[in-house]
Nanobody
Framework: QVQLVESGGGSVQAGGSLRLSCVVSRYTYTYLNYCMGWFRQAPGKEREGVTVISKDGARRYDDAVKGRFFFSKDNAKNTLYLQMDSLKPEDTAMYYC???????????????WGQGTQVTVSS
């Protein structure tokens, strides 16, 4: 069972930065065997991938965040991060850390989710 706990959300003005954290249970096993990603869901909209591992094993970023958001990890702290710079009002959403089993043909469906952390960007 994969457990994910996000934190770091908050309210910020446009142009500001936030860093989201995701503490991962059984970190080494999970990171080796699961694809890790960040998703977000704005009110009235479907959940969308912010950064995910694609079928070819490469990390991809949604076009809307490319060059502004960056995935990183700290193995010593069992933690994944999403650094968000140059934030825009349209980045306002609940942000989720997620995991998908890393099968022989790539990442399966992302089906392990944290509780989410709210990000609100004001203009």
């Amino acid at each position: 069972q994969v457990q994910l706990v996000e934190s770091g959300g908050g309210s910020v003005q446009a142009g500001g930065s936030l860093r989201l954290s995701c503490v991962v249970s059984r970190y080494t096993y999970t990171y080796l065997n699961y694809c890790m990603g960040w998703f977000r869901q704005a009110p009235g909209k479907e959940r969308e991938g912010v950064t995910v591992i694609s079928k070819d094993g490469a990390r991809r970023y949604d076009d809307a965040v490319k060059g502004r958001f960056f995935f990183s990890k700290d193995n010593a702290k069992n933690t994944l991060y999403l650094q968000m710079d140059s934030l825009k009002p349209e980045d306002t959403a609940m942000y989720y850390c997620a995991a998908a089993w890393k099968g022989p043909e790539g990442c399966s469906e992302y089906n392990y989710w944290g509780q989410g952390t709210q990000v609100t960007v004001s203009s």
